[in-house]
């Protein structure tokens, strides 16, 4: 396994693989949920790079990127048994020099709603480092998890937008035995703001429960799912029944949906989602 920090270096050590070339682009301090998709990546491709890089540019002022949690060695001696050719740990430097000024701007209304509301900026930094990411790494395929679902379509949108040569691999969401999200952010919670923390699965349950048994007037689940998270005692950001393509919210359930939701437990920020089948 192969550890290089700057693209050039990058550059030659992927010219030297042959065959198809996955790619796990991850922001470090590896759980099941980024495993998961390095395995899934061994499996289908002849080489894999992972690339472990916290981007400043989508976290906003007062979020979390100073203390977001870190440990390089931790998170190469978890992939060194899984077969990785190439570990990308470049720097903010490296990635961000002096005088960068070319942004991706996401716009339309997919980027504009739930994340997009709650965090401005986020996808201008999420869509312009995933870009650099695949001109540096060049795979053939990239593999992302189904827990940011919005993020997997905003990344789905930028390469069918910018003719980007790359399949994107959505990848079922990890959950920890109760349910909850395995989420690097996870690290933030105490004891009892992780028992809590499982209200955001439990509030999608609800939904699929809710639906399940006919019920179909969106706004009458939203609420409940609220209710329910505000009883664990979460801050709610947003609860959401979308389609699952444009994350457009609807009123009346006719067909598939994606229940989302965003709400604090204590110190962090957590999300999920659940797609639901009437």
């Not at 961000?96 to 401005?120: H, K, N, S």
């Not at 937008?161 to 969401?173: M, Q, S």
């Not at 609220?226 to 709610?236: S, T």
Request: glycine share 6%; hydrophobic share 40%.
């Amino acid at each position: 396994m192969q550890v290089v920090r700057t693209i050039p270096l990058m550059r030659e050590a992927r010219a030297r693989l042959t065959g198809t070339v996955g790619f796990v682009p991850t922001m470090g301090y590896l759980h099941e949920g980024h495993l998961s998709l390095v395995r899934r990546a061994k499996q289908e491709c002849h080489h894999l790079v992972v690339s472990i890089f916290v981007n400043p540019a989508q976290f906003g002022p007062g979020e979390d990127y100073q203390r977001y949690p870190r440990d390089e060695a931790r998170d190469l001696c978890l992939l060194e048994p899984l077969g990785v050719d190439i570990v990308f740990i470049p720097t903010p430097e490296e990635m961000y020099p002096e005088g960068f000024c070319t942004w991706i701007d996401v716009t339309g209304p997919l980027a504009q709603r739930l994340e997009g509301a709650f965090r401005p900026g986020h996808f201008r930094g999420v869509a312009t480092v995933v870009a650099k990411l695949f001109n540096i790494v060049q795979p053939h395929r990239t593999y992302f998890g189904e827990k940011d679902a919005q993020q997997l379509r905003i990344v789905r949108q930028l390469v069918a937008d910018l003719n980007i040569p790359v399949e994107i691999v959505p990848c079922p969401t990890i959950r920890e035995p109760d349910g909850l999200a395995m989420s690097s952010r996870n690290t933030y919670l105490s004891p009892s703001e992780r028992e809590r923390a499982v209200a955001l699965y439990r509030a999608l349950l609800s939904a699929q429960e809710m639906i399940k048994a006919g019920l179909r007037d969106a706004s009458q689940i939203r609420r409940q799912m609220e209710d329910l998270l505000r009883q664990y005692g979460a801050k709610v950001d947003y609860v959401s029944i979308a389609h699952p393509d444009t994350l457009e919210e609807v009123e009346r359930i006719e067909g598939p949906v994606l229940a989302l939701v965003a709400a604090w437990v204590g110190p962090a920020r957590l999300i999920d989602n659940l797609l639901i089948k009437p």
